[in-house]
């Protein structure tokens, strides 16, 4: 047949060229790869260029000045501020969902009757947009009737003097609620696909030499999971670093800064100052940050996808 | 040591009580949006369940009724005033639009993508996988300027069109990496028969390879419309009039104050479709989650 189409391709005087045919990977990866590159890595150099230059506020100009906004955002205490937030606040929220997920798929994990319908609605927050569980959050947290704010006060753990989103020192942790909400279930579904994926051998062994439960779990469990709970918190963890959507809706960064991550200090920049210049600078400092991080993770932790 | 019997029935109720738990903010969003607007924000007390339940805000947002006559209908004119632009239709519609455009464009692109990476072999295919992977790990916010830029001279700004390509960007290395897995469970054995009786690489992924893989494409596309129809910060950089449905919610949120009942209502409606649809793919989420890496 390919034979056929080659003769009648020859007899109208027209061969494709080797890499046009479908045997070869060029046609089938076009596509995504121009994609790829026209909106994502042309973008991505545009950016650079960008934070070379300077633009000057009043007449909106903007000139070359490679070393200009480079020496302002390592001297600029709001991005060492960012820097410290996004790493509390991802730290904070790895550790808390980590946890927190695999207690849950452990308490999840059985064949029993209604389980599977629990497994099901747990999946849910994890399809509300995250702007819209910020308001969710911010509604609940409001510091006059929100519920939750007015369930702590009512048990006295609060007081109705700081409401949570408005003061510095707790607000970030307010924001945390949300994302620890939304993303808990994210590593209970790969938690739980994990321990089903054990094998039953080892349990069956331990069983017989009286192992305790709790020894079974830390001796047996935790280390044939490690390989997928390194995945997950790389996964979620890069997720974290570029926080947006809960702290834009939720605080716009406020109270004053104490809620500002990198990516919400780029938005502030861009949308009140349109330093656009000093936005990339920033929002490439964030991916550099990342890069650095994960590939320090990769390395330590041996992850293969 | 506690009977059988006590063990499993406690592990039941905390089962419960935990999942209830995560329920509990979804439950209060959707009791607020049918709430009037005197039992949002009672400062007294938690309103619960003692409120008369009113459509005023579904009627408002998504079908653009005005507040003032809908309140002097009812007789309940507490909180009544403020501009009327809380009239949504037209963003769901957009939304719709470019959630469904976005989620075609990337399929289309990904499933043969992910065919070529699974069966052809090259030279530097790993690293073209990684730089894909790599794609997936890039922060939006390091390409929104030169984007909104790129977007003005091109005159996609503001525009379904360029929220449909940003979006299909910021989906592609997750489909093709998802797509690769499901085409990485159909035996090559199935490629080589058809090889064999002359087929083309095109024929067999067309007639034979990608009939097998429809539930991975179904599963993919559900992920990417879910993935467009909740993405923010790209819709907020990208446009001022055309708006997403996340991002038209956070604009309800004002200095002066928020409309808690349009907002509820609003963001009730826009979680209802990515229930349904999460509710369809159980089996492939953490697949999808996990960038085919991780199969249950």
Known sequence: MSQAAAVSGASRGFVLPRFLRSEHPFPWLFPITAVLLVFGIYPLLYAVWLSLHKRNPVTRVSLFDPAWNWTKVFADERVWGAIGHTFLYTMVALAIELVLGLLIALLLDSDRKGYGFLRALMTLPLVVPPAVTGMMFLLMLDGSFGVLSRSLYATGLWSPEHPILATASSALFGILLADVWQWTPFMVLIMMAGLRALPKEPYEAAAIDGATAVQTFFKLTLPMLSKIIAIAVLIRGVDLFRVYDYIKVMTEGGPGTATETLTAYAGTIYFKNADFPYASTIALLTLILVIVTSSLFIKLFKVKF | ?296
């Open chain 2, 1 to 296: 040591m506690a009977s059988p019997l006590v063990k499993r029935t406690s592990r039941d109720i905390a089962a419960v009580v935990v999942v209830a738990l995560f329920m509990f903010p979804l439950f209060w969003w959707a009791l607020t949006s049918f709430k009037p607007t005197s039992a949002i924000f009672d400062k007294d007390r938690v309103v619960f369940f003692d409120f008369a339940p009113t459509l005023i805000n579904y009627a408002v947002t998504l079908l653009g009724k005005s507040r003032a006559e809908l309140a002097i209908d009812s007789g309940d004119t507490f909180g009544v005033g403020g501009v009327s632009s809380y009239d949504s239709h037209q963003t769901i519609i957009d939304s719709i639009i470019v959630a469904v455009g976005s989620t075609i464009l990337t399929i289309a692109i990904s499933i043969i993508a992910a065919y070529a990476l699974s069966r052809i072999r090259f030279r530097g295919q790993q690293a073209y996988l990684n730089w894909i992977l790599s794609q997936r790990f890039m922060p939006p916010i390091a390409i929104i300027v030169p984007v909104v830029f790129m977007f003005h001279y091109l005159g996609l700004r503001d525009t379904r069109l360029g929220l449909v390509l940003i979006d299909t960007l910021i989906n592609l290395p997750v489909a093709v990496l998802l797509m690769k897995s499901f085409f990485d469970d159909v035996p090559v054995e199935v490629d080589e028969a058809a090889m064999i009786d002359g087929a083309t690489r095109f024929q067999i992924f067309r007639k034979v390879v990608l009939p097998l893989v429809t539930g991975g494409v179904a599963a993919t596309a559900v992920l990417c419309f879910i993935f467009a129809w909740t993405e923010f910060l790209l819709s907020l950089f990208l446009t001022n009039s055309i708006r997403t449905l996340p991002v038209k919610i956070s604009t309800f949120v004002t200095s002066t104050g928020s409309e808690w009942g349009f907002i509820s209502a609003l963001g009730t409606s826009a979680v209802v479709p990515s229930f349904i649809f999460i509710l369809l793919v159980q089996k492939q989420l953490v697949r999808g989650l996990t960038l085919g890496s991780l199969k249950e």
